[in-house]
């Protein structure tokens, strides 16, 4: 089993920053992949980006350049660094791993159980 636990979220002023971590626990590997994902409401989830076993990251257009992930293995957690908040950035973070389990493919995949963030005008 593999949990995730977010946290860093709270209120916060636009142009203002906020950390988010997701400490990962349980039968994940240290390189795992992981993604953040953000849902405002009203909305569906979306991608914010991600890290790969690697290290590389990716972001989702709106991000980019405003927010940084990176990931500290030996912890087994990940940051996501929010500069210049934005009110359209409001919405609740959820932290994400799919963990491959055998040869053949086969994953779980695992969800946080997200964090608010609010971020006013």
């Known amino acids: 089993q593999v949990q995730l636990v977010e946290s860093g979220g709270g209120l916060v002023q636009a142009g203002g920053s906020l950390r988010l971590s997701c400490a990962a626990s349980g039968r994940i590997g240290r390189n795992n992949p992981m993604e953040w994902y953000r849902q405002a409401p009203g909305q569906q989830r979306e991608l914010v980006g991600a890290?790969?076993?690697?290290?590389?990251?990716n972001y989702a257009d709106s991000i980019k350049g405003r927010f940084t992930i990176s990931k500290d293995n030996a912890k087994k957690t990940m940051y996501l660094q929010m500069n210049s908040l934005r009110p359209e950035d409001t919405g609740v973070y959820y932290c994400?791993?799919?963990?491959?389990?055998?040869?053949?493919?086969?994953?779980?995949?695992?969800w946080g159980q997200g964090t608010q963030v609010t971020v006013s005008s």
């Open positions: 890290i790969t076993s690697e290290g590389s990251t």
């Open positions: 994400h791993a799919r963990v491959v389990v055998n040869v053949e493919g086969a994953a779980y995949e695992f």
